[in-house]
């Protein structure tokens, strides 16, 4: 059923040739690690059990709480119901109550107009054949569960829910706290774009519109919200569009192949977009958004950016706050930047463990305010999408093409440690202060155990990326000790320059890395005899590298284990 190989859920490195980390890879007393949060395993004696499966019936004939198919005739009959929109009604109030929970049967479940259970909905109208909200539960340890078949035993096979119709949105959160939603497909059935100007655009003024959905997923004034195994993908404007949100939880969630934009974090009113508390996220997949996907190959198509009217970020945000934690995730082959929190500036963290971004078009990674990167690999290799075949119009190298830009908005503190740095773009970590912000002299970037590998850039063959470089932030340089930077300029290595300060144990040498350095995907893994190996700082080092193998290893076996420089630890 899954166009696109789902498995790749439970362990986001497989596209980069990593191994799986087990666990969450890390101690809990590492900054930003938290305990992972546990499916529930009881539903409360308060609280209903309603069951969807497609040979069930209607909410005349089935109750909903029974397990069984339709048996052809009678009403309230103990049997399932048969569609979604039988506990959601579109245009109704939902059938079912907060912390009740409604077990959906495999299958594929066409979600707009035409559905069963649609019948309020008009052809003309379909864009707001929506499912009603899912009710809330009463507090964060009696939510509203709405899980798919395997849920509970990984999720080999989850059901589909599709959209047709051009609903504007599959999967309603709005004003919806305390719910678990988990194990599904959620996408459409057609390779259109939403205004695409490349020949991919969907129908969307004369009826019948076709098989798509604009989103996935729509969420706004949200709370303790667990998002856990979904896929959610091909959808012809954006995967999730949702902000106003409040300690959620997100694990095991890919958001892939959308024609605009991944996670859209911009809700278009004048409430703003501000999200608050910890916003948790593990084993999260953000790829191929801003690109089309053919149906039903799932092979990406017509990708586009700005420059033709798209957009094409992985991950954007409006000014939002919150503690930010990602871990073990990966941003990859995005039309534009792969992480975009720069309009992080309301106060909280951003702290990013085991990250893996490569191949986005712009930026890899974008944040503003105080930031903790460890144990990841950022390949600023801007110009992937240039000559490709499933290439319509892209900004290659797009703001410069930079691998890590840093913002402040006055007196942060950002740490970069044990993470694996390449780049094509201008250069490979840039800082300033937020548009409406200056720096008050402050701010500190520091680094320590990593590789920084530049090389030609792309808009000037004839130069090298630079190691940093900084405008607006008097006095602020790059803290560097116990790093490996190769082919990198902006450096005077073991010496104080103009926007590095080199320590002594600073090593300017090529990294000798396994590679490949170009194509499709980057080998940025350590060869046995390069000089990153047993070289970095013990005080610096995390537990575990990015591919969640214990750190420090003897990789060079001399009795003496003593952590690697850069994202990987030889054993």
């Not at 209903?48 to 069984?68: H, K, M, P, V, W």
């Not at 048969?82 to 299958?107: K, M, W």
């Not at 479940?109 to 035409?114: A, L, R, S, V």
């Not at 284990?561 to 630890?569: M, Q």
Request: aromatic residues 10%.
């Amino acid at each position: 059923m899954s166009r696109i190989f789902f498995r790749r859920l439970l362990c986001p490195l497989i596209a980069a040739g990593l191994a799986c980390a087990q666990g969450n890879g890390s101690t809990p007393s590492e900054a930003g690690d938290a305990p992972p949060v546990p499916p529930s395993a009881t539903v409360s004696s308060s609280s209903a059990i309603f069951y969807i499966r497609t040979d069930g019936g209607n909410a005349e004939q089935c109750s909903g709480l029974a397990d069984a198919p339709y048996p052809g005739s009678g009403s309230n009959q103990a049997c399932a119901w048969d569609h979604p929109f039988r506990a959601f009604p579109p245009g109704g109030a939902p059938r079912i109550a907060g912390e009740d929970t409604v077990l959906i049967a495999g299958g594929s479940y066409p979600m707009g107009f035409g559905a069963p259970g649609a019948d309020v909905c008009e052809e003309g109208g379909s864009f707001d054949c929506l499912m009603s909200p899912i009710p809330g539960g009463p507090d964060p340890t009696r939510p509203t569960r709405i899980l798919g078949a395997g849920w509970d035993a990984g999720c080999g096979d989850p059901p589909e829910l599709w959209g047709t119709g051009r609903p504007w949105y599959i999967v309603n959160l709005a004003d919806s706290s305390n719910v678990e939603i988990s194990c599904f497909e959620v996408t459409d059935h057609s390779p259109c774009v939403e205004n695409h100007s490349g020949g991919l655009a969907c129908e969307r003024e004369t009826p019948p519109y076709g098989d798509w959905a604009s989103y996935g997923l729509f969420a706004e004034d949200s709370s303790n919200v667990v998002l856990r195994d979904l896929n959610i993908h091909g959808l012809a404007s954006g995967g999730v569009h949702a902000g106003r949100l409040s300690d959620w939880t997100v694990e095991n969630v890919r958001i892939a192949g959308n024609g605009s934009v991944g996670w859209d974090g911009d809700l278009w009113d004048e409430g703003g977009d501000s999200n608050s508390g910890t916003m948790t996220f593990r084993r999260w997949i953000v790829e191929w958004n801003g690109c089309g996907e053919t149906y039903p190959a799932g092979e990406p198509a017509g990708c586009w950016a700005q420059e033709a009217g798209g957009y094409g970020d992985g991950v954007g945000v409006g000014e939002t706050g919150g503690d930010w934690i990602i871990e073990d995730s990966s941003f990859l082959h995005n039309t534009s930047d792969g992480l975009d929190l720069l309009y992080h500036t309301l106060g909280g963290s951003v702290v990013l463990n085991r990250v893996h971004a490569e191949g986005n078009a712009g930026n890899q990674i974008k944040v503003s305010g105080q930031m903790r990167l460890t144990d990841s690999v950022l390949v600023g290799n801007c110009a992937f999408f240039e000559g490709q075949p499933f290439a319509y119009l892209v900004d290659h190298c797009r703001a410069l093409g930079n691998t890590l830009f840093v913002a402040f908005t006055g007196g942060e503190q950002s740490y970069i440690a044990n993470s694996t740095f390449y780049g094509q773009g201008d250069g490979l970590i840039s800082g300033s202060p937020r548009e409406g912000f200056q720096c008050n002299g402050a701010e500190t970037l520091i680094a320590r155990n990593n590789i920084f590998l530049g090389s030609a850039d792309f808009f000037d063959p004839s130069d090298i990326a630079f190691l940093f470089y900084q405008e607006n932030c008097e006095g602020l340089k790059l803290d560097s000790d116990y790093n490996i930077i190769h082919n990198a300029k902006n450096i005077e290595c073991n010496s104080a320059g103009d926007f590095v300060v080199s320590g002594a144990r600073d090593i300017c040498a090529d990294p000798n890395l396994a590679g490949p350095l170009s194509g499709a995907e980057y080998g940025m893994s350590p060869n046995p005899d390069s000089p990153a190996v047993d070289a970095g700082d013990q005080g610096a080092c995390a537990s575990t590298d990015i591919t969640g193998a214990p750190r420090p290893a003897d990789g060079n076996k001399d009795g003496n284990p003593v952590c690697d420089i850069g994202a990987f630890e030889l054993p």
